[in-house]
Structure formats: structure tokens, C-alpha cells
């Protein structure tokens, strides 16, 4: 049964940076999609993700207000993938999840993944 664990979560002032993992265990797929989603507060989860990356390192972003500051890579060898979260801003205040898809495509809607992390808080503020 696989499982996403996430770590890295904190509170940053406005402009710093943060990193966020999400770790993957008991997949068997070679071909895999990890999408990242986020919940600001008082809202319900995002239904589309902001950005993705597979299998083969192809990255698709969803969303232009992450476009620049947030990146995502991936470490097979720990079977690991990163977002890296520069200049943040207090709208990225927000539980963060990462997901996984068992198909190569990436894709921004949420019912297409199927294993989801705990989620990380991350707090934006002076």
C-alpha cells in the first residue's frame, strides 16, 4: 500500500523561502505523477493542483501565481520529491499536499490522484 509522508512545513516571513518533502514508499509503478495541491485557511482544499512533475521530470504548472517563485524536483534515489517555495508571500499561507498518481500524465484535477500526504503547514507572516 503506498504512502506519502510530508515534512518541512513551518512559519517564514514574507520573502523567505521554504522547502517542503514529500516522501513516497510501497509504490510498485515506474510511471508516476506527483501532483501539489494547497488549503488556505478557512477554505476547502484546492480542487486543481498547482504544479506537477512525473516520472520523467517533466514539470506542468497550473497556477501563474507560483510561476517563478516555486519549483519542484525529484530524488529517485530517495523516492522524494521537493517543492522548493521561494519569495513567499502571506497568500501562500495554507496547508500544502502533495499527490500521487499512478500514470505518467501529469493532470490538475484532485479525483485523478489517488494517495495523498498528511499535508504541511506553512505560514507566511511578519
Known amino acids: 500500500q503506498g504512502q506519502l509522508v510530508e515534512s518541512g512545513g513551518g512559519l517564514v516571513q514574507p520573502g523567505e523561502s521554504l522547502r517542503l518533502e514529500c516522501a513516497a514508499s510501497?509504490?510498485?509503478?515506474?510511471?508516476?505523477?506527483i501532483g501539489w495541491f494547497r488549503q488556505a485557511p478557512g477554505q476547502e482544499r484546492e480542487r486543481e493542483a498547482f504544479m506537477c512533475i512525473n516520472s520523467r521530470d517533466e514539470i506542468t504548472h497550473y497556477q501563474s501565481s507560483v510561476m517563478g517563485r516555486f519549483t519542484v524536483s525529484r530524488d529517485n534515489s530517495k523516492n522524494t520529491v521537493y517543492l522548493q517555495m521561494n519569495n513567499l508571500k502571506p497568500e501562500d499561507t495554507a496547508v500544502y499536499y502533495c499527490?500521487?498518481?499512478?500514470?505518467?500524465?501529469?493532470?490538475?484535477?484532485?479525483?485523478?490522484?489517488?494517495?495523498w500526504g498528511q499535508g504541511a503547514q506553512v505560514t507566511v507572516s511578519s
Open positions: 510501497g509504490f510498485t509503478s515506474d510511471h508516476y505523477a
Open positions: 499527490a500521487y498518481r499512478g500514470r505518467l500524465e501529469c493532470d490538475s484535477i484532485y479525483f485523478l490522484f489517488t494517495h
